[in-house]
């Protein structure tokens, strides 16, 4: 994926291909949240084994690689009358899956920003989970993968706009 941000928009070929690694990259995304909450990981009140900071699920929804791809082609993109106003939606529904996450995070982990200088070096920022956090993080779980199946789903139309562009006005926006 960080190649693909290197490049610019040239065709629909190469915009579909940028929204189909975007959705994978997303859809990874979710499950690794999805481990988290449901995986051995944290299961059943027990002490989360993995190093699970900010590079394993990115907190900041500009930090993971979805954010990334939507930073960098969000402009390009909205160059074209047909599909700028899909870009708010992508946009709020991807800052509410984040937002969601967050809370599943602060069942699991101490927050980076508010880990001790000796709490990095003795552990790995997770804490004790108890039954209640985990139906809770469950809940949120739930939410999560609810959104994210509503943002797949802008992303499904926003596919679909993109094969109908007419030549005539892919080129115009794209000589810009």
Not at 14 to 36: C, P
Not at 140 to 153: A, C, D, F, G, N
Request: proline share 1%.
């Amino acid at each position: 994926m960080n190649e693909l941000l290197n490049k610019s928009v040239s065709s629909k070929a190469s915009m579909l291909q940028y929204i189909y690694d975007a959705k994978r990259a997303h859809k990874e995304w979710v499950r690794k949240a999805d481990r988290l909450v449901n995986g051995l990981d944290g299961y059943q009140g027990k002490k989360v084994s993995l190093n699970v900071d900010k590079t394993f699920i990115p907190l900041d929804s500009s930090s993971c690689q979805f954010g990334q791809w939507f930073d960098t082609y969000a402009r390009e993109l909205a160059k074209f009358d047909s599909i700028g106003r899909f870009l708010n939606r992508i946009e709020g529904h991807h800052n509410v899956l984040h937002s969601t996450y967050a809370h599943i995070y602060s069942i699991f982990f101490v927050i980076p920003e508010k880990r001790s200088f000796l709490h990095k070096i003795v552990t790995f920022n997770s804490k004790k989970v108890s039954n209640l956090e985990r139906e809770k993080a469950c809940i949120h779980l739930e939410y999560l993968k609810k959104s994210s199946k509503e943002l797949i789903e802008v992303l499904e139309v926003l596919e679909d706009k993109i094969k109908v562009l007419d030549y005539n006005e892919l080129r115009n926006v794209l000589s810009k």
